[in-house]
């Protein structure tokens, strides 16, 4: 039997309620407000409002653990726009027949991450060495992941995985994009598969050139983005720090724009990956910046990922005083944590790997599982427990060793 929960308001869950009068499924009303922190064993669909304050990442996540479809209600654009950034297709009535037979391929779409967007403020947070090791994560158990150089200003992804950058790469796919050209088999031409321990990652190289970034205009840009979601499952941008809207800096308003490419990457993006040095230089910049990212994303699901913790650039307790100057200065709360190991990232970049690829066991490779797993609304692995060893006492017998001066019996 169907077990459908309505966590919508009083007046409109009492309507819908009545559709299910003479139907076999059982029908439940809750608070929308005590969704996430309600038991749903054994719930088979929710039906909510497409409200921020309601469908959130928090929802999503508790029901992909539980297994549990949602079934959002949009009355508005922006409604619709809150679903499909998380990959859901809302309903516009609220029909009982409409809502139990929704599609089950939308359940399919919230595993999948969609267009990942990883963003940093200026100074080298990292930007690319996460891009890469989220993508090398997402790619784990063969699913179809691709990895975007985005950058219009410093493009790394070739360098740091070992790849030419002189062939056709992200640039080629936006020009076929303007073109209409554009479709999954091309994808394929022009990018390059690195090899992983679990999996293959396709990976778009950026500009080799820094006077190319005109190529990544913000239509081709998008159109390429989405274009691709037919392509893979995951797909994983790489984009430049500068947020400034360049219409107001320059006098040629027709004219192309620098920070373009990231400014369309981070409007079509499912989720946004915010990462920052752990310093007060790194923090500063990214209080500085993260208003005006959510100005330009809007409701889109940010994670935010706090890259080389160490005591020593920020003291004792450097976790707690990054939380607690997050929160008050930029309200945030949930706060990914990545550890500063300098020899595992030597590592990766002597051998053109990612960190995750490189050392699986590592405390920053099980951070960007933790990221994967929450992005991609996965449940992570099971650890596997190390082998018991068992040690077996074995009777030696010294008379046919052949060793001198041994006693022939262990006392």
């Given at each position: 039997m169907t077990r459908v929960v309505l966590a919508l308001p009083q007046e409109l869950a009492s309507i819908v309620a009545l559709g299910f009068a003479n139907r076999a499924e059982e029908v439940f009303q809750t608070a929308p407000a005590q969704l996430v922190a309600a038991d749903l064993t054994g719930v088979d669909l929710i039906v909510v409002?497409?409200?921020?304050?309601v469908l959130n990442a928090a929802l999503v996540a508790a029901c992909d653990r539980a297994g549990v479809r949602i079934v959002p209600y949009a009355t508005d654009t922006a409604g619709h726009r809150l679903a499909a950034s998380f990959g859901l297709d809302p309903l516009t009535t609220l029909e009982a027949d409409t809502i139990v037979h929704h599609t089950?391929?939308?359940r399919a779409a919230v595993t999948n991450g969609g267009v990942i967007v990883v963003w940093g403020p200026h100074g080298a947070p990292g930007r690319s060495t996460l891009a890469a090791s989220l993508a090398a994560e997402c790619a784990r158990g063969n699913h179809v992941t691709a990895l975007v150089d985005a950058d219009s200003y410093a493009p790394a992804l070739a360098m740091m995985l070992g790849l030419t950058d002189d062939g056709p790469g992200f640039a080629s796919a936006?020009?076929?994009?303007e073109r209409r050209a554009l479709d999954?088999?091309?994808l394929s031409r022009v990018s390059q598969s690195v090899s992983l321990s679990d999996g293959t990652c396709a990976v778009l190289t950026g500009i080799n050139r820094p006077g190319r970034w005109p190529e990544l205009s913000a239509e081709r840009v998008t159109s390429a983005l989405d274009i691709a979601r037919g392509w893979a499952e995951t797909i994983v941008v790489d984009v430049a720090a500068s947020l400034e809207d360049d219409n107001e800096v320059m006098n040629d308003l027709d004219g192309p724009r620098r920070n373009a490419a990231t400014i369309a990457a981070l409007r079509s993006a499912d989720h946004i990956v915010a990462v920052a040095t752990a310093d007060g230089v790194g923090i500063a910049r990214f209080i500085r910046a993260y208003e005006e990212l959510r100005a330009i994303v809007g409701a889109t699901p940010i994670h935010v990922v706090i890259n080389r913790v160490r005591s020593s650039a920020l003291g004792l307790d450097a976790k707690g005083q990054i939380r607690r100057t997050l929160a008050q200065f930029s309200g945030i709360e949930e706060i990914l944590f990545l550890p500063h190991e300098a020899d595992i990232a030597d590592g990766?970049?002597?051998h053109s790997r990612s960190i995750t690829d490189i050392a699986p066991r590592s405390a920053f490779a099980a951070g960007i599982r933790r990221l994967a797993g929450t992005v991609l609304a996965r449940p992570e692995a099971p650890k596997?427990?190390?082998?018991?060893?068992?040690?077996?006492?074995?009777k030696i017998n010294h008379e046919t060793t052949g060793v001198s001066g041994v006693p022939p019996q262990l006392g």
């Open positions: 409002r497409s409200d921020p304050g089950v391929a939308q936006c020009r076929s994009a999954p088999a091309e990766a970049a002597l596997k427990s190390a082998p018991r060893r068992v040690w077996r006492r074995t």
